[in-house]
C-alpha cells in the first residue's frame, strides 16, 4: 500500500491549492480515507475524512472552504483547498484505514500515510 501526496506550495491569503493523493496496492474504493494536517509545535489534525461509500467529516475550521473528492478511475484522492488563511499553514499527509468498514475508524488505528506536502499561506 503506497500513498504519494503533491499539489503543496506557497500561496498569499485568500489563494487556493489543490492537493493530490495518489493511492496504489489495495482497492481504493473499499477504503475510509482522509486528509490531515500538522502544524509545527502541534498534535496532527483531521482535516477531513470520506468514508467508502461518500460521506464526509470536515473539521469546523475547514467546513466550507474545502472540498475533498475521490476520482476511481485514477486511484487519487483529492482536497480543494479554497480562502486560505495563515492558520492552513502545515504540512498535509493523505491516510487511509487498510481495514476494510462502513466506517472511519479513529485515525490512530491508521497505518497507512504518504510523505506528506507542505502548505504555507502567507498573510
Known amino acids: 500500500v503506497q500513498l504519494v501526496e503533491s499539489g503543496g506550495g506557497s500561496v498569499q491569503a485568500g489563494g487556493s491549492l489543490r492537493l493530490s493523493c495518489a493511492a496504489s496496492g489495495y482497492r481504493f474504493s473499499s477504503h475510509c480515507m482522509g486528509w490531515f494536517r500538522q502544524a509545527p509545535g502541534l498534535e496532527r489534525e483531521r482535516v477531513v475524512v470520506i468514508y467508502r461509500n461518500g460521506v464526509t467529516k470536515y473539521a469546523d475550521s475547514v467546513e466550507g472552504r474545502f472540498t475533498v473528492s475521490k476520482d476511481t478511475a485514477k486511484n487519487t484522492l483529492y482536497l480543494q483547498m479554497d480562502s486560505l488563511t495563515a492558520e492552513d499553514t502545515a504540512m498535509y499527509y493523505c491516510?487511509?484505514?487498510?481495514?476494510?468498514?462502513?466506517?472511519?475508524?479513529?485515525?490512530?488505528?491508521?497505518?497507512?500515510w504518504g510523505q506528506g506536502t507542505q502548505v504555507t499561506v502567507s498573510s
Open positions: 491516510g487511509v484505514d487498510v481495514y476494510e468498514s462502513n466506517w472511519c475508524r479513529a485515525s490512530t488505528l491508521w497505518t497507512t
